[in-house]
Nanobody, 116 residues
Framework: QVQLVESGGGLVQAGGSLRLSCAFS????????INWYRQAPGKQRELVAT???????RYSDSVKGRFTISRTYTKNTVSLQMNSLKPADTAVYLC??????????WGQGTQVTVSS
């Protein structure tokens, strides 16, 4: 059974930085695509960043150039480095692991609040 635990959220001023981590436990880390989503109150869940099993990355237009996703295979972790944060980045950030057979797992989320 795969479990995901996010950490690193908090309160930061606009222009600041945070680094989120997603710890993956279970087998098969190398075979999963890892996604970071975010959900703000009253808004739809938004896919923010993706990293494939091979390390290819994709970003939403809203975070491109400011966020960087990376994975550490030796530690089964995925990080999301967030720079130049804006109040619009305020949301609960959720880690998702998905494989090509359709299995999908979610973490519990970590709150990011950016003050103006």
């Amino acid at each position: 059974q795969v479990q995901l635990v996010e950490s690193g959220g908090g309160l930061v001023q606009a222009g600041g930085s945070l680094r989120l981590s997603c710890a993956f436990s279970g087998s098969g880390f190398n075979s999963y695509v890892i996604n970071w989503y975010r959900q703000a109150p009253g808004k739809q869940r938004e896919l923010v960043a993706t990293i494939t099993s091979g390390g290819s990355t994709r970003y939403s237009d809203s975070v491109k150039g400011r966020f960087t996703i990376s994975r550490t295979y030796t530690k089964n972790t995925v990080s999301l480095q967030m720079n130049s944060l804006k109040p619009a980045d305020t949301a609960v950030y959720l880690c998702n692991a998905a494989d090509y057979s359709g299995r999908s797992y979610w973490g519990q989320g970590t709150q990011v609040t950016v003050s103006s």
